[in-house]
T-cell receptor
Framework: QKEVEQDPGPLSVPEGAIVSLNCTYS??????FMWYRQYSRKGPELLMYTYSSGNKEDGRFTAQVDKSSKYISLFIRDSQPSDSATYLCAMRYSGGYQKVTFGIGTKLQVIP | NAGVTQTPKFQVLKTGQSMTLQCAQDMNHNSMYWYRQDPGMGLRLIYYSASEGTTDKGEVPNGYNVSRLNKREFSLRLESAAPSQTSVYFC?????????????FGPGTRLLVL
């Protein structure tokens, strides 16, 4: 079993929809949770960074962490065609700067 | 401010050939990383360098060597390329501010080993 599970998709939604992307994990030591966006043939870029459980909002993006269920989510409101990309979840434990575990990524397509 | 740059963008090698992937960052970051990304596998850490003069193995170091030439540059060398090393390679550097880590990735090098 992988430490981090993520559905690869693809996920297709109409423009304006609310998108929900999710990851589950098995290592309860993970404390820091990240979401990256990766456009085709580009490097990943950090979208959201959260510590422990709770919600964090940044514009149209909301990250949720439920440590009791070992489940993290990224919500995208009012999705745009420019949001079409692969979204990677990632996580690490406290002090483990060198050990970030990534999900395989979910490919999202927002249809105009 | 170019961020993280990688060269080359694309390379084709024959089995047994060697090559060096170059990476440089202009953000004065201490930590630098090399990852490979394969379909269905996600990003996997090959080597990292926590600071100038230090390097350590990551999850998949076999077949690779690295050099942290100075604070800016971190190169990855394949001594004898194998088809299993066909992948997209990403270099990254990390900024740590107030216990928040931000990784900045380069644009990647696509490597095909025949």
């Amino acid at each position: 079993q992988k430490e981090v599970e993520q559905d690869p998709g693809p996920l297709s939604v109409p423009e304006g929809a609310i998108v929900s992307l999710n990851c589950t994990y098995s290592n309860s030591a993970f404390q820091y949770f990240m979401w990256y966006r990766q456009y085709s043939r580009k490097g990943p870029e950090l979208l959201m960074y959260t510590y422990s459980s709770g919600n964090k909002e940044d514009g149209r993006f909301t990250a949720q962490v439920d440590k009791s269920s070992k489940y993290i989510s990224l919500f995208i409101r009012d999705s745009q065609p420019s949001d079409s990309a692969t979204y990677l979840c990632a996580m690490r434990y406290s002090g483990g700067y060198q050990k970030v575990t990534f999900g395989i990524g979910t490919k999202l397509q927002v249809i105009p | 401010n170019a961020g993280v740059t990688q060269t080359p963008k694309f390379q084709v090698l024959k089995t047994g050939q060697s090559m060096t992937l170059q990476c440089a960052q202009d953000m004065n970051h201490n930590s630098m990383y090399w990852y490979r990304q394969d379909p269905g596998m996600g990003l996997r850490l090959i080597y990292y360098s926590a600071s100038e003069g230090t390097t350590d193995k990551g999850e998949v170091p076999n077949g690779y060597n690295v050099s942290r030439l100075n604070k800016r540059e971190f190169s990855l060398r394949l001594e004898s390329a194998a088809p299993s090393q066909t992948s997209v390679y990403f270099c990254a550097s990390t900024q740590e501010v107030s216990n928040q880590e931000t990784q900045y990735f380069g644009p990647g090098t696509r490597l095909l080993v025949l």
